[in-house]
């Protein structure tokens, strides 16, 4: 069993998992889940590269087979388990009085032993079947990262999660334009450029973040750099300026009629129009 509090069901977290799961007891030959997102393709129009999602590029590096369930029967021994920690699992957690994520996890390790030598039965063959993981931290944290390829444009540039990114120019990215190369986002925020494993030097721009004023842009690259600009101004929607009036005292008070005349210069230019009362011909 290997249980752990995230904030959401994502591969990473996942990654997180399967980490601890190897320290503890090396690699399985399988594992058996779910048809959740995480584990297998759930649309045939979103199949790409190797037609398996990240977690199963994972297990494949690490020579894991994974096996989706398709009975009834095989997921119900799943759920019987998560019935039973949604149960007496909070209830531990309120009694020791834990009410944050770091603190259930330091929690867990104590939980997991406690539930293991009450619940655990005897495998009728008590063989071990996992191996050796035989993988360094460092491979193991290229493997258990996010990968995909980037296409390389002619200024050097791709995109990344809403991201500008621009190749630092070099004798080896001079040749990358029109090539593909790999992008690598491990959990803690960090992302890598790799090309044949060759880390590839970087400059990432946000396209929501306006350009300062004061940037200093090198002149070979200046184009791109005013083209980026161009359609961050054509994204953005256009300022909103209120046209006010200049106030004019000599300009009379009231409505005004359609020909241009106040109500009011109408109403004395009658009346002067008529003769005072008491007045002959």
């Known amino acids: 069993m290997q249980l752990r509090f995230v904030a959401s069901e994502s591969a990473f977290a996942y990654f997180a998992a399967l980490a601890g799961y190897l320290g503890d007891h090396g690699r399985p030959i399988a594992f058996y889940s779910d048809k959740h997102s995480v584990f297998r393709i759930t649309r045939a129009e979103a199949r790409h590269g190797q037609g398996m999602t990240q977690f199963g590029r994972a297990l494949a590096e690490l020579n894991i087979e994974i096996l989706c369930a398709n009975s009834s029967q095989a997921k119900g021994r799943v759920e019987r388990v998560n019935r ?7 209830k531990e957690l309120r009694l020791a009085g834990i009410s944050d ?13 406690r539930f293991n ?10 063989a071990n079947h996992h191996r050796p993981l035989e993988v360094s931290p460092e491979r193991l944290r290229e493997i258990l990262c996010h990968r995909e390829q980037r296409h390389v444009g002619h200024q050097l540039t791709l995109c990344y999660q809403r991201k500008r990114i621009m190749l630092q120019e070099t004798p080896v990215t001079r040749g990358l334009v029109g090539q593909y190369v790999d992008t690598y986002a491990f959990p803690d925020g960090s992302l890598e450029l790799r090309w044949q494993g060759m880390l590839l030097p970087y400059t990432a721009f946000d396209k929501d973040q306006r350009v300062q004023h004061a940037a200093i842009v090198e002149n070979k690259r200046l184009g791109e750099a005013l083209r980026y600009v161009q359609e961050l101004q054509a994204s953005l929607p256009p300022p909103r300026v209120k046209n006010r009036p200049e106030k004019n005292d000599d300009q009379p008070r009231g409505r005004v009629s359609r020909r241009g005349q106040s109500f009011l210069e109408k109403r004395r230019a009658s009346a002067a129009a008529q003769p005072a009362d008491g007045a002959g011909p």
């Open 84 to 90: 039973m920690l949604q149960d007496r699992l909070v």
């Open 117 to 126: 030598s009450q619940f655990a039965v005897a495998p009728a063959r008590p």
């Open 101 to 113: 994520t770091d603190a259930g996890n330091a929690h867990l390790p104590g939980f997991m032993e």
